[in-house]
């Protein structure tokens, strides 16, 4: 059993990002990471800590239920784009500069992201929402 996001368009060639629940969970604890809070003190993540005292722009994507929940809007996904954009550039795997980008957890974040901003390109270009399922 995992979850798959993907652009709400209906057409089973356009791309697609997947994991398993625990996966996503690993996944959505890094980038909380980079933008300086720790998603397990969160409300709704086992802490206390309400959203409404974060200021980032991917928390549509990091506050989402796992399943259920609403799609999230093209005008969402073009807000957070250019920020996951920037941690993905910041980090790619093997750049050579000692600091642990060959760990494989950290490549495999790499690609998991690397995937999601396809995917929320690809939404804000074809103006569809992107699905939680």
């Not at 399943?67 to 750049?95: I, K, T, W, Y």
């Amino acid at each position: 059993m995992g979850l798959m996001l993907f652009p709400g368009d209906d057409d089973v060639a356009s791309p697609d990002v997947s994991w398993s629940y625990s996966g996503f969970g690993m996944f959505r604890a890094w980038p909380a990471q980079a933008e300086g809070f720790v998603l397990a003190e969160m409300y709704g993540f086992g802490g206390d800590r309400q959203w409404a005292g974060v200021s980032t722009t991917p928390a549509p994507l990091l506050d989402h239920p796992d399943d259920g929940g609403p799609d999230l809007s093209p005008a969402q996904c073009a807000v957070m784009l250019p920020r996951l954009e920037e941690v993905l550039g910041r980090r790619r795997p093997d750049d050579g500069d000692g600091d642990g980008d060959r760990d494989p957890v950290l490549r495999r974040r790499l690609e998991d992201l690397g995937e999601l901003v396809v995917v929320l390109r690809y939404c804000v270009d074809k103006d569809v929402g992107l699905v939680f399922g």
